[in-house]
């Protein structure tokens, strides 16, 4: 089965460091989705590309937050500087068309301290 | 704007219990509508969709009916397991253009043996 893959799973780093998440979304999906999970927040969706073109990053706060897709097999979120609110879990989603299933990574699990 | 309601949780029943796990949604048009399920430390899995009305997805023993009428997508299985404990979030995407998912908080469901 295809799968989305995310890297790193754990990430564990100090407060005011860079940390970036990769993302690999399926071969041929042309959507790409951040997502982060929190148990106060639930899911929050933070960005969305369709065809590398960012198409809606209002759930992300700008100041810190970037995320790019530099080519068709992958996707970064990063975050400058980190802060301690900023722990969580990232997930990566990536899908075809509308009113088709979205499909996830495993997410990072990134630490902040 | 699109909205997704699942009942609160956590939802504890016996191995072999019957389960009903409530889920309401507001939206425009015809969205399609989503079951996931995420186990522990892993991602969100899809488990079943229905992209129109009275459409029936079913997976693993699991059953939901997209009910237009009342605006409904609860989920159903007639016999769970202890393996069936995990979070399942009922979600709603709109059939046309392409936008982001909207998901419901999630009910943790726990199956004791």
């Known amino acids: 089965d295809a799968r989305v893959t995310q890297t790193p799973r754990h990430k564990v780093t100090e407060m005011g460091q860079e940390v970036t998440m990769r993302c690999q979304p399926i071969l041929g999906h042309n959507t790409v989705f951040w997502y982060r999970q929190t148990m106060m927040q639930g899911l929050e969706l933070l960005a969305y590309f369709r065809n590398r073109a960012p198409l809606d990053d209002s759930g992300m706060p700008k100041d810190r937050f970037s995320a790019e897709m530099p080519d068709a097999t992958l996707a970064t979120l990063k975050i400058q500087p980190s802060e301690p609110r900023d722990s969580a879990v990232y997930f990566c989603?990536?899908?075809?068309?509308?009113?088709?299933?979205?499909?996830f990574g495993d997410g990072t699990r990134l630490s902040i301290l | 704007g699109d909205s997704v309601t699942q009942m609160e949780g956590p939802v504890t029943l016996s191995e072999e219990a019957f389960l009903t796990i409530n889920c309401t949604y507001t939206a425009t048009g015809y969205p399609s509508l989503f079951w996931y399920v995420q186990y522990p430390g892993e991602g969100l899995q899809l488990l079943l969709k229905a992209t129109k009305a009275d459409d029936k997805g079913s997976n693993k023993g699991f059953e939901a009916t997209y009910r237009k009428e009342t605006t409904s997508f609860h989920l159903e299985k007639g016999s769970v397991q202890v393996s069936d404990s995990a979070v399942y979030f009922c979600a709603l995407t709109p059939n046309t253009g392409f936008q982001k998912l909207v998901f419901g908080t999630g009910t943790r469901l726990l199956v004791s043996p």
């Open positions: 989603a990536s899908g075809l068309v509308s009113g088709q299933p979205q499909h």
